[in-house]
C-alpha cells in the first residue's frame, strides 16, 4: 500500500495559477489510479479528476474540464494537479487519493459504498479575490 503527501496549496489571487503535487512513497505507485478531490468549507467532497495507473488517460469533473489538469510521473513516485484561472470558488482542501480501481475513484463522492484505499491529508488552497 502506499502512502500518499500532498503539497503546494496556498494562497494565490483569482485568475492565478497553483500546482499542487502528490507524492507517494513505496514502489508500488504506478499500481493505482489517482484522484484528485476537493472538499470547501461546509460542502462535501467533490470529485475533481483522475488517472490512470499509466497516466495515458485522464477523467475531469465536467465543471473543471479546461482549467484543471492531472498529471503524474511514474519515475517519480509523484501525481499532481495543475490548476488554471482559479476563482473564489475553487477555496478548498485538496484531497490525493489512491486505488488499483479507478472506477472507484470516480464513485466515491456519488456511491456511498464505495470505498478508495489511501487518502493523502490534504492540502489546502485559498483564492482570494
Known amino acids: 500500500q502506499v502512502q500518499l503527501v500532498e503539497s503546494g496549496g496556498g494562497l494565490v489571487q483569482a485568475g492565478g495559477s497553483l500546482r499542487l503535487s502528490c507524492a507517494a512513497s513505496?514502489?508500488?505507485?504506478?499500481?493505482?489510479?489517482i484522484g484528485w478531490f476537493r472538499q470547501a468549507p461546509g460542502k462535501e467532497r467533490e470529485f475533481v479528476g483522475a488517472?490512470?495507473?499509466?497516466?495515458?488517460?485522464?477523467y475531469y469533473a465536467d465543471s473543471l474540464k479546461g482549467r484543471f489538469t492531472i498529471y503524474r510521473d511514474n519515475a517519480q513516485n509523484t501525481a499532481y494537479l495543475h490548476m488554471n484561472s482559479l476563482k473564489r470558488e475553487d477555496t478548498a482542501t485538496y484531497y490525493c487519493?489512491?486505488?488499483?480501481?479507478?472506477?472507484?475513484?470516480?464513485?466515491?463522492?456519488?456511491?456511498?459504498?464505495?470505498?478508495?484505499?489511501?487518502w493523502g491529508q490534504g492540502t489546502l488552497v485559498t483564492v482570494s479575490s
Open positions: 488517472t490512470i495507473r499509466s497516466g495515458s488517460s485522464t
Open positions: 513505496g514502489r508500488t505507485f504506478s499500481s493505482y489510479a
Open positions: 487519493a489512491a486505488d488499483p480501481k479507478l472506477h472507484s475513484l470516480v464513485v466515491v463522492t456519488t456511491d456511498r459504498s464505495a470505498r478508495v484505499e489511501v
